[in-house]
């Protein structure tokens, strides 16, 4: 099993600054990642697929890079509504995983 | 617009069984691979099973293996967990999710989400 590995596990940052996310994976997943987006009491949203593609709807701010073991998520400047819980996912291989989850809050 | 709704949830004794359902809508459902995620209260996200459109492959985390059954009818646009003796760490809010394209030889992104349903297995 792959394990995902994010950190850190709290970011406290003030609206308007950059947010830099990371994922770094027990083993390479080529660029076979993804994150997600999760509010309280909601189910989570699709940012970032295949490590750099932002899906649909996604604002540009939002940024994925990385490949092999080692992704960052980038929000460039930080929107109130931003602030929330990330996670990574990895399909390389079976089982599909998950990391533990960043939470991003105002300071 | 695309809607997936879960249902099914609620308490259960451990040992004993549920079946969730997802009634999926605003899309082409036989095109898709199908997926459960679920979530433990106040932990992270956990992928449970997946589906191919036609039903003829599945994929299991091993910690369900042999207890869960992912299963799909096509002509009612539905996908189902059966969960089987039950387990206090089965306790978690299951999500019904949709890959992120069609057609796909095989699993992809999960977009969209349901908005999940609550299973509490306790005594």
């Known amino acids: 099993e792959i394990v995902l590995t994010q950190s850190p596990a709290t970011l406290s940052l003030s609206p308007g600054e950059r947010a830099t996310l990371s994922c770094r994976a027990s083993?390479?997943?080529?660029?076979?990642l993804a994150w997600y987006q999760q509010k309280p009491g909601q189910a989570p949203r699709l940012l970032i697929y295949?490590?750099?593609n932002r899906a649909t709807g996604i604002p540009a701010r939002f940024s994925g890079s990385g490949s092999g073991t080692d992704f960052t998520l980038t929000i460039s400047s930080l929107e109130p509504e931003d602030f929330a819980v990330y996670y990574c996912?990895?399909?390389?291989?079976?089982?599909?995983?998950f990391g533990q989850g960043t939470r991003l809050e105002i300071k | 617009e695309v809607q997936l709704v879960e249902s099914g949830g609620g308490l259960v004794q451990p040992g004993g069984s549920l079946r969730l359902s997802c009634a999926a809508s605003g899309f082409t459902f036989s095109s898709y691979w199908m997926s459960w995620v679920r979530q433990a209260p106040g932990k992270g996200l956990e992928w449970v099973a997946n589906?191919?459109?036609?039903?003829?492959?599945?994929y299991y985390v091993d910690s369900v293996k042999g207890r869960f059954t992912i299963s799909r009818d096509n002509a009612k646009n539905s996908l189902y967990l059966q969960m089987n003796s039950l387990r206090a760490e089965d306790t978690a809010v299951y999500y019904c999710a949709r890959d992120r394209v069609a057609a796909a030889g095989g699993p992809d992104w999960f977009d969209p989400w349901g908005q999940g349903t609550l299973v509490t297995v306790s005594s």
């Open positions: 589906i191919k459109q036609d039903g003829s492959e599945k």
């Open positions: 996912q990895q399909r390389s291989n079976c089982p599909i995983t």
């Open positions: 295949d490590a750099s």
């Open positions: 083993q390479s997943v080529s660029s076979y």
